[in-house]
């Protein structure tokens, strides 16, 4: 059973900016990618960025430019940083990968960008 665990959410003022963490409980390159879903009140879940196993990224069009997605082999974990940060980037933040068919999330963490 993969596990994934999110954190460095938080409060932070527009212009602003966070690094999330997604750490997995094994070898990151053991998956072909992983990525970081978000979702707004009332709205549903999207991509916000992923990056597979050879390097390659790719980038919802609304954090193109913002956003940075990356990852550390050595602890297992993936990153995204998150600069120039906006009041409708607020939502709860997952990580997500997947293997043979199934979809592996870890619990969210809640970004809040607001004055």
């Known amino acids: 059973q993969v596990q994934l665990v999110e954190s460095g959410g938080g409060l932070v003022q527009p212009g602003g900016s966070l690094r999330l963490s997604c750490a997995a409980s094994e070898s990151i390159f053991s998956f072909y990618d992983m990525g970081w879903y978000r979702q707004a009140p009332g709205k549903q879940r999207e991509l916000v960025a992923t990056?597979?196993?050879?390097?390659?990224?790719n980038y919802a069009d609304s954090v193109k430019g913002r956003f940075t997605i990356s990852r550390a082999s050595e602890n297992n974990t993936v990153y995204l940083q998150m600069n120039s940060l906006k009041p409708e980037d607020t939502a709860v933040y997952y990580c997500k990968t997947q293997r043979l068919g199934a979809d592996y999330w870890g619990q969210g963490t809640q970004v809040t960008v607001s004055s």
């Open positions: 990056i597979t196993r050879g390097g390659l990224t």
